[in-house]
């Protein structure tokens, strides 16, 4: 089976850094997205990881260590619009495809 | 422009009823799919189609059909319409199925509930 794992909420202070985890035990690995996704709106892509290491854009960064089964998101200056779900996914195999497998999301608080 | 379009975005019926949502993708990609969000907003594969062809159909109740009468162009339509169906039904779309860095494109989502 596959199993995504994130932590459910977090809460941050606007203009803070906050580091939000994924651990991953799937059948066969293809990289790992992460995407926001605001209330009631549709998932928007942040970024892809498929090699070990850290991915930097903007204020948002991921990293993956492929050896371990985990990523993780790392907003900095935290801005009251990122109050949002963020959802950690993998691409795995399965049967000759390669589905988009999602963990069930972190919803993030930002206050003042 | 809207790249990936649903209609309706709200949906409510009855149960035992039949729904169709439609999903149109206007960024020439080859590959669309259906994903259910339900109330604990977990997002899960249903289908997806890659030029027209079914490729993946998680296990889904044969009451659930998707037709792609065309690349741009993915329906889903629902039978027998059951409590558990409520939920939000997400399309998308990606470049192609093999390119794994390939993002997907969401479309804004249809809310369905049945009572």
Redesign the interface.
Known sequence: GQNIDQPTEMTATEGAIVQINCTYQTSGF??L?WYQ?HAG?????LS?N?LDGLEEKGRFSSFLSRSKGYSYLLLKELQMKDSA?Y?CAV?VSNSG??????G??T?LSVIA | DTAVSQTPKYLVTQMGNDKSIKCEQNLGHDTMYWYKQDSKKFLKIMFSYNNKELIINETVPNRFSPKSPDKAHLNLHINSLELGDSAVYFCASSQDLWTFSNEQYFGPGTRLTVT
Do not use: C, D
Not at chain 1, 97 to 102: H, I, R, S
């Open positions: 293809n990289g997205f996704q709106e549709a998932p928007t892509f892809y498929v779900s959802l691409r495809n390669t589905p988009l497998v999602f069930k999301g919803r």
